[in-house]
């Protein structure tokens, strides 16, 4: 691989009026995360690849062991509604959260949209491409699916247990991109090598 492809100069991280992002330095941020504004990062989050978190006219807050992956975007009200996320929180590729909360241990799966003032309860899951209407609740223990999103069933209790393991893979994911095999020993997840060709 070439000196070029390898080079990475960080993330864009940005002040904003004064504002400047908090990010706990066992955050892991990718080098083509943008971070801007008010936003703080709390211990053990992931910002993977092409994500913008802008706080600008407003607040962003991210709990602890929050994984925020590809190409999400993350954004405010100017008038209203902050973007509050919690703790261990999962938002799947191509998300867009925008002005709402999101409770401990919740998932919003791929492509999917959390609209102004939607709150996603703790334990409550958000189904891949489904769009949360503004001022909705999502309650714990459900899984809301479609456009506009609906309940579609209660939540197994295996389907609870692992929101929790999908944020402690994370966490180990970003402790492996910042540490590399001195971050180990990790339990949720093996790398595997590309396969031999013939």
Known sequence: MSDKLKQN???L???FMGLSPQISDTAFIAGS???SGAVRIGDDCSIWHNVTLRGDANYITV???TNIQDNSVVHIDSSRYPTIIGKHVTIGHSAIIHACTLG???FVGMGAIVMDGAIIEPQAMVAAGAMVTPGKRVPSGELWAGSPAKK???LSADEVAALSTSALRYIELGRAYRLGEAGGPY???TPRPLPDTD
Request: zero cysteines.
């Open 9 to 11: 100069n960080g993330p």
């Open 13 to 15: 991280i940005e002040d």
């Open 33 to 35: 995360a943008v971070v």
């Open 63 to 65: 709990g602890a062991g």
């Open 104 to 106: 401990d241990e919740s």
């Open 152 to 154: 579609m069933r209660d």
């Open 187 to 189: 339990q949720y997840f």
